[in-house]
């Protein structure tokens, strides 16, 4: 947490209800390990956010217009010619922040 958020929650000043919503934030946050790990698939995910998939459809079509204005009879994209993005996975556990401090930490 003190990474992403520079919050310490062993600090005792810092008040819980601010210590579970950065918890829930977790599961958005473009520089969350466990974002990439848990929903995105794995490491290699670390950092992917929307404008980085906005970005990615991007690169996709300028690479299908110079296909296109090459004159290319029937342009298509080829896998390799795509920009790789992750396949969203279901989490394998769910964990509530909401109902009681145990089952918070048995989730991580």
Known sequence: ???LYRVDPLDPRTP????E??????????????????LL???EWFGY???????AAIVDSITLNS?????????????SDRMTSPEIRKP???VSTSNNLGSLFAGM
């Open 67 to 79: 296909k296109v204005s090459g004159g290319v009879k029937r342009p298509r994209l080829k896998p």
């Open 1 to 3: 947490m003190w990474a």
């Open 92 to 94: 394998r556990n769910v």
């Open 49 to 55: 956010s929307l404008p980085v998939q906005h970005l």
């Open 21 to 38: 919503a950065l918890l829930d934030r977790l599961a958005y946050e473009p520089g969350s390990m466990w974002r990439a790990e848990e």
């Open 41 to 43: 698939g794995g490491r």
């Open 16 to 19: 819980m209800r601010i210590i």
